[in-house]
């Protein structure tokens, strides 16, 4: 993918709005002429318009639309990054349409926004990654986020994370309202999230909390005895039937709900 530039110059004929689209749609296809006019109204990109007041296109523009979205889909960043990561092209810096190049550290040692912005966005994807491998895998890429930056990456807001965190949704187990957010807590908020968007509140996911302390309590039942033999091959074992369990158990719930869905559908 060619480097992003800031357009120069009048665009000439240049490309419509719709042209731009049918560019665009064979390696992003959730784009649409609403999302390229929105990344417009956030300034990320600046089509020239026409006497009539018709957006054209630069093949700068193009570029730089073909960044932000891979920024977005394969980095998972925030517009307030890609907008940072934007600006330094635009004068003249080298970026990538991953996460940004490392910054210096400040004063005190600690990554400054460019370097923690990269290993943040790295984390995510790990985590992301995470939900589809084994479930006691530990993630390739620890991460520890901020409240901040928890709601960064999630689209929660410091309300909706506090309510989860109460109703046990978030940071189960630690005890402590001021801990960062981890991995599981990146996954658990993203799924919640969308929950939320479709209606329902904080308490009433307290059932999943519910759910999940009965279910360990089960499997507790069944490989306590292997666990307490303390020897690496017992402890594998352990694992791999309790691998096995969640497995069997998800399909049990799943077909389970899909018979009830269907049964209330047909009957409503």
Known sequence: MSTPRAPQGPPGDGFTIGEVLNQLKEGFEDITISKIRFLESEGLIYPDRTESGYRKFTEDDVDRLRFILTAQRDHYLPLKVIREQLERLDTGQETSAGP??????????????????AEVAQAVQAADGAAEGPLLDPPSAPVTLTLREFCQATGLDAGEVSALRDYGILGAGRGDEAAPFDGDDL??????????????????LRMYRVFVDRELAL????????????????RRQATRQLEKLSQSTDRMKRSMLARALRGYVAGA
């Open 187 to 204: 996954l658990a908020a993203r799924a919640a999230r969308d929950l939320l968007r479709l209606g329902l509140e904080a308490r009433h």
């Open 100 to 117: 940004p190049a490392p910054a210096r550290a400040n004063g005190d040692g600690e990554p400054s926004g460019g370097r923690r912005a």
């Open 219 to 234: 499997f507790e039942q069944l490989v306590t005895p292997l666990l307490r033999q303390r020897n690496p091959e017992a």
